[in-house]
């Protein structure tokens, strides 16, 4: 007796983190809304997603001030920013904090990247895990995505996006 109620228990607990792997996934992976997504510059400026996009191919990080893997990541970005033919590509990262304290992180590092504020939260959005990583061409089509730290090196990384013109 003492026997079936341990494998109930079990069976129980593993049913359990099955959801719990299987919410973790579909969190992790379900489409980011592309037609909502509208962004203000440091500056002020609001801009919306088809005339950010304004016939180039782009890469969009977003990222938060207190997520590590995010700012592990920036060098390797900036690296790929810089090298990127600028009349093809563009890349931005965009953070849902506010844009003062956006500035205050910004006037600590030395990266060239433009930095954009989303207008509204991630969540809203599609995105729960940070950093995600988009490849969008002008059309809106989501060309590759990747939530997560990006392990690959700036030669990599160029290497793959060559691949998408």
């Known amino acids: 007796m003492r026997r079936t109620w341990i494998k109930r228990i079990l069976k129980l607990l593993g049913i359990v983190f099955l959801l719990l ?17 509208a962004f203000t510059t440091l500056t002020g400026e609001t801009i919306d997603l088809d005339t ?30 810089q090298s990127l033919d600028k009349d093809k590509w563009q890349l931005f990262l965009v953070s849902d904090e506010p844009i003062e304290k956006i500035n205050v992180f910004k006037a600590k590092v030395s990266y060239t990247i ?5 207008a509204g939260r991630m969540s809203d959005i599609g995105i729960s895990a940070l950093p995600k990583t988009l490849v969008i061409d002008e059309d809106m089509n989501v060309l590759w995505s990747k939530t997560g730290g990006l392990t690959m090196g700036a030669l990599e990384f160029r290497e793959m996006l060559n691949g998408y013109k």
Request: proline letters at 8%.
């Open 21 to 37: 792997i299987g919410w973790i996934t579909y969190q992790t992976l379900r489409p980011v809304k592309l037609q909502k997504l």
């Open 52 to 81: 950010l996009l304004a016939d180039k191919h782009t890469i969009l990080n977003f990222w938060a001030t207190w997520c590590k893997p995010c700012i592990e990541e920036m060098p390797m970005l900036d690296s790929v920013y």
């Open 114 to 118: 433009p930095f954009l504020k989303l």
